[in-house]
């Protein structure tokens, strides 16, 4: 350790003035009224000035250490919002201020474990090229594309925990580090839009770029380390996940550095490298369980390291273990506890991986695979990391070195081959160890060249460019380039030249592609009136947009949207639409994206343009509202398993419209089926009634989430026989298999009474 008084002047100026910057960000958050877009300052609080003053802590190269630092910041904010969220409460403002001051001055108030590396412009430039590649493709056009489902859901469970709900963590079946991520830059900024949203995601993104640079450095040497790194900038998937709210960017992030400390373990026998590989591990694994997958090339590497230096220095291990069980256990500890983990598991191994008693373990996805990576990624960017990926680990093994980075590369690849039914978009865990040994079969390929033939060498270099060139066109032109939306309209803009094995891309599971179809103008045209409202698009994207507004899945809406070219369309009757008009158009570079119909009558649709209008949301406009309906009930069904909170209820000359407000309590392990019946109140005799799955069919009770409000409408046609002024409303559920009731207490026939007014 060095001592302060000991540390150089330069050391304690650059110390003083961060103390500064920080102390200054600070106090700006505190005392900037509200209204001021200060999301810059937040981002500099929570992501730049930890990773400058943290960086005192970390040992090697100078941009070694600022990587490092930078992924440590961002474990560090996440899990300081996971345990305010651990508070009673919403997540105070000035708790959040202060806790993340203390955070980001401790190091610079203690000694740091080694003196900072001098500079140079020959241990700059690698930085400055990979992160201006990486920047160049991540930040342009950030705010154009609107939320897309995933993303909806994640801002709103980080607005619903802001407001004092942290059981939204355990709803989520991924890990929270996507939800946390944006909670704190949205809590100290007070409101958000979709590019600030995901600017942390972006941020992760272009540090995996460095780390997996740091990684090739360290590994194979510097010239591996630099194009290592300018081809994961340029993989579409890293720009793709670089620029939404999803936890991809983290899990690569992480698992690189992870396995970058693994590896410089071996070199330095630094303790804190170890204890870094074990954060930043469980960091990963706080991000989503591909960060498992990691694990086996971390394992070689220090188990090759163990063997060779015939020593095992079990109090450095010993340690690593402890710390990242705890970084583990401060989530999955209370996780497992929570009603919420058995569905969880379930979800993980028959709905994503595909294991199920018929199926087995195995399987095959090469097609999937396949596929999904050549509309990521152009097809002669894959073929080419194919064969050079087969040049390098015919070198590596032939010289009897890099299993690491082969394990790094073939552990994912394989899983999501063989092991996993539908990969989707996981595929993206094999890229980064594809790309390092891509790197490696190139350099190889360009030295052996250089030494044998220089016009074979020049040839290469060129054949190298233009390859790069082709792969950076293709790129910017379905993620950054948004005229056209090429993903939404393939069929007519697929880029040209391009070739591709396949006829349609795949159907779902599609993340990061811009597209915009007007939802942030469509609040404003709707109005209260015109609620509740049905649309075509789900209703995760709609929820964030319409600031939680009343929409039903029913005929009862008074205004409806449809959408033009939307991914997830929720199916509707179009037959609804009889009778209403077209109100309003919204117009997304010059076509019309979005039709609103209302009951009024006029004469010509008002046109919008919604290109480039903005969306602020404040967390108490997002989080949901706590619906519990006109008339309380509070009535338990099952044992424990749902309760009716209340309901409304408006009866009319032609029908009877009920709307029932369910609670869950505890997950569902099979559907059932909602009912309101009428009875004649004289004779107890059943007149009429309406059945069916929970909100008009989209919300099967399988789906519920504990804790979850389900609004479910039901409506019932009076015809002349029934008398309405001798009605008794009766609700319950049933199993829709056997048909049994779900137990109602201190009744016989399991079924809830409810009052009846204004029936006439």
Not at 297 to 322: E, M, N, P, R
């Amino acid at each position: 350790m060095i001592h302060r008084e000991a540390l150089p002047n330069q050391e304690k100026r650059i110390r003083l003035w961060l103390l500064f910057g920080v102390l200054i960000t600070a106090v700006l958050l505190w005392v900037l009224p509200d209204g001021v877009k200060d999301q810059p300052l937040a981002f500099l609080y929570i992501a730049i000035w930890p990773m400058l003053t943290w960086s005192f802590w970390f040992r090697g190269r100078w941009g070694w250490r600022l990587v490092s630092a930078g992924g440590f910041a961002l474990i560090a904010s996440a899990l300081l919002a996971l345990l305010l969220s651990y508070l009673p409460g919403v997540l105070h403002f000035e708790l959040l201020l202060l806790s993340t001051a203390v955070f980001t001055i401790l190091p610079l108030l203690l000694a740091s474990s080694s003196p900072l590396p001098q500079l140079s412009w020959h241990a700059v430039w690698p930085y400055l090229l990979v992160f201006a590649i990486a920047v160049l493709f991540r930040l342009p056009n950030l705010s154009y594309a609107e939320f897309q489902g995933d993303e909806g859901v994640i801002m709103i469970r980080a607005a619903t925990i802001i407001m004092g709900d942290d059981a939204e963590l355990f709803l989520h079946q991924k890990g929270p580090i996507e939800i946390l991520q944006p909670m704190n830059l949205w809590q100290l900024a007070g409101e958000i839009n979709e590019a600030w949203a995901r600017m942390l995601f972006t941020w992760a993104s272009v540090l995996t770029t460095l780390a997996v640079m740091m990684l090739g450095w360290q590994w194979f040497g510097r010239s591996v380390g630099v194009v290592t790194a300018v081809l994961l900038a340029l993989t579409g998937f890293s720009i793709a996940f670089g620029r939404i709210v999803q936890y991809q960017s983290f899990v690569m992030l992480w698992g690189a550095l992870a396995l970058f400390h693994a590896v410089h373990y071996t070199h330095s026998q630094w303790r804190g490298d170890l204890l870094l590989t074990a954060l930043f591990l469980g960091g990963g694994l706080l991000a989503h369980y591909d960060a498992v997958l990691v694990v086996p090339a971390i394992g070689w590497v220090l188990f090759w390291h163990i063997y060779k230096q015939k020593s095992f220095k079990w109090q450095d291990y010993l340690l690593a273990t402890l710390v990242g069980a705890l970084t583990l256990a401060a989530f999955y500890l209370p996780f497992f506890l929570n009603p919420n983990f058995s569905r969880t598991g379930s979800y993980l191994l028959q709905d994503r991986i595909g294991v199920s008693e018929s199926t087995g373990i195995f399987s095959w996805s090469g097609r999937a695979v396949w596929r999904m990576s050549t509309l990521y990624n152009n097809s002669y960017f894959i073929i080419g990391l194919i064969v050079l990926t087969i040049i390098s680990i015919g070198v590596l093994l032939r010289q009897r070195q890099g299993v690491g980075a082969i394990l790094y590369f073939a552990v994912p690849l394989l899983f999501y081959l063989f092991i996993v039914v539908d990969p989707r978009t996981h595929v993206y865990t094999f890229f980064p160890g594809v790309v390092l040994l891509t790197a490696v079969g190139l350099v190889w390929l360009a030295n052996s060249l250089q030494a044998k033939q220089q016009w074979a060498y020049r040839f290469a270099l060129l054949l190298f460019s233009v390859w790069l060139l082709v792969t950076a066109v293709y790129v910017y032109l379905l993620f950054v380039d948004n005229t056209p939306e090429r993903m939404r309209t393939w069929a007519e803009n697929q880029p040209a030249n391009y070739w591709v094995s396949w006829e349609e891309p795949p159907e779902f599971g599609l993340f990061g592609f811009p597209h915009q179809v007007g939802w942030r103008v469509a609040v404003a045209l709707i109005g209260e009136d015109g609620l509740p409202y049905a649309s075509d698009e789900e209703q995760e994207i709609t929820k964030w947009y319409m600031h939680q507004a009343p929409r039903t899945h029913c005929g009862n809406f008074n205004t409806f949207v449809t959408t033009i070219n939307t991914q997830d369309r929720v199916p509707y009757d179009p037959a609804q639409l009889e009778g209403m008009v077209v109100q309003d158009k919204v117009l997304v570079n010059g076509e019309v994206s979005m039709e609103i119909y209302g009951r009024n009558s006029i004469n010509t649709a008002q046109i919008h343009d919604a290109t480039h209008v903005q969306f602020w949301q404040t967390p108490a406009q997002a989080a949901p509202q706590l619906a519990r309906g006109e008339h309380s009930v509070n009535i338990t069904l099952g044992e424990q398993q749902v309760e009716l909170l209340g309901y409304d209820l408006n009866a009319q000359t032609e029908a009877i419209d009920i709307v029932l407000y369910w609670q869950a309590l505890a997950p569902f392990g099979e559907n059932y089926q909602t009912f309101v019946h009428l009875y004649n109140s004289q004779n107890n005799e059943l007149v009429a009634q309406h059945d069916g799955t929970p909100e008009c069919g989209i919300m099967p009770t399988v789906r519920w989430e504990s804790g979850q409000i389900i609004v479910d409408p039901h409506r019932i046609v009076l015809t002349n026989e029934i008398d309405t002024a001798n009605i008794a409303v009766r609700a319950g559920m049933y199993n829709l298999i056997t048909g049994e009731r779900l137990l109602v207490p201190n009744t016989q026939d399991n079924i809830i009474d409810l009052t009846l007014k204004n029936t006439n």
